[in-house]
């Protein structure tokens, strides 16, 4: 078999994430709904940033996708991610930050496109839960013409992240990402992303399923939200009709997964979190690195469910460099053989 140049070929928002801790009496003062991603305008976006109480962290390049492509090469993996920033302050930093971390991209050279990058606020309370506001920007412009084919042809894996069907234009782009990608031997993977993404834009999602998917990731509440079911395992069943092989996370539980034939259990790994932000990003970027670099199934579990539990130890969606190490060596310990 001909050997691809890419894993992973993400699609997705490109957010430049800021991160601060609140309780949830801050929250409520704002009339913030806790534990989901709400799409504001920026004029909200800055209102909240400028109101709220709390330490706020060093920011970060985000968005579902750009978290599951930069977990996925900080373990050593070949990325590539298609996304849409401005050419400003906040553009190039973020454009900046995908280049450091070793992800190819459309970026480039930015051209003046008169809008600005988007950015979210992700609010940390004391139970380790994130809450997000979001202002799209730009990304939600984007469009066919900002995907590479040639790139996307070379990938092992298309990476649709759910957040997408939330702008017309980006859920366009996603559905012919989707056809080029089934067209050309490309394995199709995405994700429901958020409870409210299941809420508000089931039909759009339904869309991007339709004729099945290789690979879905979710957690439990989006599980249940999208199957209306009433337990994970009914939830599984359903979902497995949708695409081959399906990763429901339980949070603190570790995960329930199908793999074409069997269903299984992921075993967790016991920490204390103290922010969740990014954690089913990194746990499906690391379960995309183990099975195009020659982990079994149930061993791309074992090492999404390590990475994903080191991360929420600390603040903001990215692991330190530290942590990075300690990823590596445990990866390379683990699973030698590979």
């Known amino acids: ?18 991160e601060i801790e609140v309780n949830e009496t801050e929250l409520e003062r704002l009339g913030v709904e806790k534990g989901v991603m709400t799409l504001v305008d920026e004029e909200r976006h800055d209102y909240l940033l400028g109101h709220l109480q709390g330490n706020i ?3 970060a390049s985000g968005g579902s996708a750009a978290n599951s492509v930069i977990s996925l090469a900080q373990l050593g993996g070949k990325a590539f991610h298609s996304c849409k920033v401005a050419k400003d302050e906040a553009g190039v930093f973020y454009s900046d930050d995908l280049d450091e971390a070793g992800v190819t991209n459309t970026l480039g050279q930015l051209e003046d496109n008169h809008g ?18 979001t202002f ?21 894996y298309l990476y649709i ?36 993404m299941v809420r508000f834009f089931k039909p759009e999602i339904e869309q991007i399923l339709d004729g099945g998917v290789d690979l879905l990731f979710c957690n439990d509440d989006e599980a249940l939200e999208f199957t209306g079911v009433d337990s994970v395992e009914k939830a599984l069943t359903i979902l497995s009709q949708q695409s081959k092989q399906v990763v429901i996370t339980l949070g603190k539980k570790g995960a329930l997964s199908f793999d074409g034939q069997d269903v299984s259990t992921i ?19 690391a379960f995309i690195f183990g099975l195009t670099n020659g982990l079994s199934w149930a061993e791309s579990g074992q090492l999404a469910s390590f990475a994903s539990a080191h ?16 990823l590596r060596s445990y990866l390379n310990k683990e699973f030698p053989n590979r």
């Open 311 to 326: 991360l929420v130890t600390q603040f903001g969606p990215r692991l330190k460099p530290a942590a990075i190490e300690e």
């Open 57 to 59: 962290h060093q920011r």
């Open 1 to 18: 078999m001909m050997t691809k140049k890419y894993d992973l070929y993400a699609l997705g928002n490109a957010l430049v994430d800021v």
């Open 116 to 133: 600005t990058t988007g950015k979210c606020l992700v609010m940390i309370t004391p139970d380790a839960d994130r809450t997000m506001n």
């Open 161 to 196: 992240e759910g957040y997408l069907v939330s702008s017309p234009e980006a859920h366009q782009a996603a559905l012919k990402a989707r056809d080029f990608a089934r067209e050309n031997g490309v394995k199709v993977a995405t994700t429901l992303s958020d409870p409210n």
């Open 136 to 156: 799209l920007g730009i990304s939600s412009e984007l469009k066919e013409q900002d995907i590479n084919y040639e790139a996307l042809a070379d990938s092992q």
């Open 267 to 285: 075993e967790p790994h016991v920490v204390k979190a103290v922010d969740t932000n990014g954690a089913g990003d990194m746990f499906a970027g």
